[in-house]
C-alpha cells in the first residue's frame, strides 16, 4: 500500500494464492486469515476485510482407475518414459472441478522441449499430441475392455 517507503498509506491491498492438499486444511486457514487481518487490523486502529474467493481444490486420482491408466502409460511411454510423482503437488487444475463430481485419473504429458509452463516462451512439440492421442485412446479401450469382462 502506498508509494512512498516512509508514509503510512490509508490502505492496502495485500493478494495471494492459497493452496492445500486437504479441504479441511484450506477451511480452516480461510479462518485463521480473517481473524489474523482482523487481530493486526485492530492492533493499529484500523480495519480489515478478508476476502477469499473459491478456488480449485486439490485432485485425487482415483483407486479405482489408476492402476489402469498406469498400465496404458507404462505400455505407451515406456518404464524410462514414466515419472511418478513421490510426492503431491499443489499445482492447480481446472480437472478438479470434473473430479468433484465423478472419479478420474489426472496425468501429465510432457512435450520435452519448453521452458516452464505460463511463460511467453513456451515451446511446445506438436508430435507429442500424438502420444497424447495414444494415452487417451489406450486408457478408454483398456477401460471398456475391463468393463465387458465383468
Do not use: W
Not at 492438499?21 to 477451511?27: A, I
Amino acid at each position: 500500500g502506498g508509494r512512498a517507503k516512509n508514509i503510512v498509506c490509508e490502505e492496502m491491498d495485500l493478494e495471494g494464492t492459497l493452496r492445500t492438499l486437504r479441504k479441511e486444511t484450506r477451511q480452516d486457514l480461510h479462518r485463521e486469515i480473517h481473524r489474523i487481518c482482523q487481530d493486526v487490523a485492530t492492533a493499529f486502529g484500523g480495519e480489515a476485510e478478508a476476502r477469499i474467493a473459491p478456488s480449485y481444490g486439490a485432485v485425487y486420482n482415483s483407486e479405482r482407475f489408476y492402476p489402469v491408466v498406469e498400465q496404458v502409460a507404462r505400455e505407451v511411454f515406456g518404464e524410462e518414459g514414466m515419472v511418478l510423482r513421490e510426492q503431491p503437488s499443489l499445482g492447480v487444475e481446472s480437472m478438479f472441478y470434473f473430479m468433484e463430481k465423478t472419479d478420474g485419473v489426472y496425468y501429465d504429458i510432457g512435450s520435452g522441449v519448453s521452458t516452464a509452463l505460463h511463460t511467453p516462451t513456451l515451446l511446445i512439440d506438436e508430435t507429442c499430441m500424438r502420444t497424447g492421442l495414444r494415452m487417451q485412446l489406450g486408457c478408454v479401450l483398456a477401460l471398456l475392455t475391463s468393463i465387458e469382462r465383468r
